[in-house]
């Protein structure tokens, strides 16, 4: 098994229902220490799939244009590339990027409160906004985290979509690493097109605001791998 194979301390399995929210699909790892367990959304799986179900492939009766409309509307990864999607997400595990998130996170929380406090003694600070007597708390709050912390967020912000980009990154070259570059490839694909993702975007744009990669560049670095 691929999660035994790393390590990964995998007790159970999971597939809910996200079909009856969204048609979104998605997969995750939760848990602590030793309890690790899967989740995937039935969107996910070709074989659990709600749309797919609806459309039974061969239902008598239809003609060739409906089978044709049917086909293109099926939904999910086989299960190879639920596999690979699966790689993809345990590459996160292996790497570590969770971890680092939250340390970053904590970091960040804790810059943030002491500066805070560092600056709501400053009484040039309320006088600059009219407040010249006194120093409301709340008041304090909102200067500080609305209007002096906004260049520093903006900058957080990009760094930290820079950071999640190259986890992801990380991620695929991990699942080509066990072999499942041709099929996390092509379930790729599917997901971009099941949750109606457009494939182009303006690599500034996309660089400033996407935390994942835009799939022709995932595919790109995916490309030598699956050739070979």
């Given amino acids: 098994m691929m999660a035994k194979s790393i390590d990964f301390p995998l007790t159970k399995v999971y597939v809910v229902e996200g079909s009856k929210r969204s048609s979104h699909s998605n997969a995750y790892f939760y848990g602590f220490f030793k309890n690790k367990r899967i989740v995937l959304f039935d969107t996910l799986l070709e074989d659990y799939s709600a749309l797919n179900k609806e459309h039974p492939e061969g239902e008598d009766g239809e003609d060739d244009d409906t089978k044709s409309k049917v086909k293109n509307k099926k939904q999910g990864c086989k299960n190879e590339e639920v596999l690979a999607v699966l790689g993809h997400e345990l590459g996160h595990w292996k790497l570590g990027h969770t971890i680092k998130n939250i340390v970053i996170s904590q970091m960040n929380s804790f ?7 560092v600056l709501i003694g400053q009484k040039e600070l309320f006088a600059a906004f009219g407040f010249y007597e006194t120093q409301p708390t709340l008041i304090g709050l909102m200067i500080v985290f609305q209007f002096i912390f906004s260049p520093y967020n903006e900058i957080l912000s990009f760094c930290l979509t820079v950071l999640s980009r190259r986890f992801e990154f990380q ?13 996390l490839y092509s379930a790729l694909i599917k997901l971009n097109k099941d949750n109606l993702g457009f494939p182009v975007s303006d690599w500034i744009f996309s660089m400033w605001h996407y935390s994942h990669p835009p799939l022709l ?6 490309k030598d791998a699956k050739q070979d």
């Fill in 111 to 117: 810059l943030c409160f002491f500066l805070f406090a």
């Fill in 171 to 183: 991620a695929d070259a991990f699942a080509k690493e066990l072999g499942k570059a041709k099929d």
């Fill in 217 to 222: 560049e995932r595919l790109q670095a995916l």
